[in-house]
Nanobody, 126 residues
Framework: QVQLVESGGGLVQAGGSLRLSCAAS????????LAWFRQPPGEEREFVAA????????YYADSVKGRFTGSRDNGKTTAYLQMNNLKPEDAAVYYC???????????????????WGQGTQVTVSS
């Protein structure tokens, strides 16, 4: 099993920045994709970014492209989501999730991920 713990959420003004962290433990050698999803209040969970755990491209939702950057700390089991120029519509609970496969066809589908963190709240004031 893989355990995931997110941190770094909080309250920020529009235009500000936050960096979320996702610390992985357990059978991290099985991870091939780490993705970030978010769930705004009263809405469905949506894809934000997918990171290839062993190196490779990172994919982003159109709504965050150019503002968010996903990365992994090489040699460690922590991933990050740097969020710049935050907008009120970015407010949500942010989750990281992993799966033991890398595919560039369905990385945006939450049902394809095995393990999830508990989420961290991001609030953006206008």
């Amino acid at each position: 099993q893989v355990q995931l713990v997110e941190s770094g959420g909080g309250l920020v003004q529009a235009g500000g920045s936050l960096r979320l962290s996702c610390a992985a433990s357990g059978r991290t050698s099985t991870i091939r994709t780490l993705a970030w999803f978010r769930q705004p209040p009263g809405e469905e969970r949506e894809f934000v970014a997918a990171i290839s755990w062993i190196g490779g491209p990172t994919y982003y939702a159109d709504s965050v492209k150019g503002r968010f950057t996903g990365s992994r700390d090489n040699g460690k089991t922590t991933a990050y989501l740097q969020m710049n120029n935050l907008k009120p519509e970015d407010a949500a609970v942010y989750y990281c999730a992993t799966r033991p496969a890398w595919r560039n066809t369905d990385f945006g589908e939450s049902s394809k991920y095995n393990y999830w963190g508990q989420g961290t709240q991001v609030t953006v004031s206008s």
